[in-house]
């Protein structure tokens, strides 16, 4: 299956997605600007989850293309050792550790890689405590409360945290929402993109945040209810919106790549951009970016509302009726 990340270095011209959004960049009073021996241009990272290839590939990142220099993944921790040194090997990071809190005071960013999202928030919790800015990879948390008791105890502890789908933290995304802001009225969307319902790694979770957060950023998080329809293992789901738009996401199971298409007046047309990803893309730049300064590429409340989505429709593919998509606030 082509990569997300090869997919959006291939789609710059021509990707296409859907989403409006609460995403202005979020600044706060910060615990973590003040630690001893902090500098904005030398940082230590660290990473807990090796079992996903992204781990290799932040290594590659910092430590072999050294695309931000002065920021190095110093150490990891892996599901299993084979999993750690593989990422170590391939990743040219210098450090394992057998338990994440080994990394405690010798790291100054965490970046939090798990394939299953059920074990994101506990093993951020004691950095972000701490101090350390965190990015927690997709999806960012399991269950919306969880998420809102963690994301309330970051802003207590002054300490900037995020977590995106890298399709919807992309230029190429950015450029389609401009567009869509002078598209003028619309209504049917739909939207195709690979995902598994059954996946072992969140069913739903694990590949659908990178249809639902693009969704979510382009059109609004106002979703109020989400219904999944089945057959054998072919699969759709509804996104209904509170003023009566309707949103179709289709499963795909047999290709890859995105694809975003809108009823207009005019006729269906399909979204798609018209300007070059950046390199590095967007998405690492915006997380380097929050590490430095402790500015959040997206609020606590668009974080939610991707999670609060999926769960909703998590609850549809064992029901297949509508489910009403969980509060944020």
């Keep these: ?129 701490a101090g350390i800015p965190t ?66 790694y969140g069913g739903i979770f694990f590949y659908g945040v990178h249809l639902v957060d693009p969704i979510l950023f382009w059109f609004g998080e106002n979703v109020s209810r989400v219904r999944i329809s089945k057959n054998g293992k072919n699969a759709t789901a509804s996104l209904g919106y509170d003023d009566g738009k309707m949103v179709t996401l289709i499963f795909k199971n047999i290709s890859s790549g995105w694809d975003t298409f809108v009823e207009t007046k005019e006729g269906v047309i399909r979204l798609s951009s018209n300007v070059e990803e950046s390199d590095p893309p967007k998405h690492y730049v915006d997380m380097v970016e929050m590490f430095r300064t402790g500015k959040e590429p997206r609020n606590h409340q668009s974080i939610l509302a991707s999670v609060a989505v999926l769960e909703a429709l998590e609850k549809s593919v064992i029901s297949e009726e509508w489910e009403d998509v969980p509060g944020i606030d």
């Design 1 to 129: 299956m082509e990569s997300r990340r090869s997919f959006l270095k291939k789609t710059g011209k021509s990707t296409l997605f859907s989403t409006m959004v609460l995403s202005s960049s979020v600044s706060f009073p910060l615990g973590f600007l003040s630690r001893p021996g902090r500098r904005d241009d030398q940082m230590r990272i660290g990473i807990i989850g090796a079992e996903n290839s992204h781990t290799i590939g932040y290594g590659k990142l910092f430590n072999i293309d050294h695309k931000f220099p002065g920021f190095q993944v110093k150490y990891v921790w892996g599901e299993t050792e084979e999993f750690a040194k593989n990422a170590m090997e391939k990743g040219a990071i210098p450090n394992m550790v057998s338990d994440p809190m080994e990394m405690m005071g010798k790291i100054d960013a965490l970046i939090v890689d798990h394939r299953h999202a059920k074990y994101h928030l506990e093993a951020a919790t004691p950095f972000v405590k």
């Design 135 to 200: 990015f927690i990879d997709k999806p960012f948390c399991y269950r919306v409360s969880e998420g809102k008791e963690f994301l309330a105890m970051a802003r207590k502890s002054g300490t900037p945290v995020t977590s995106y789908s890298s399709i919807r933290q992309s230029d190429a995304a950015f450029d389609i929402k401009k567009q869509l802001e002078s598209l003028g009225e619309f209504n049917h969307v739909v939207s195709l993109g690979p995902a598994d319902i059954e996946s072992k």
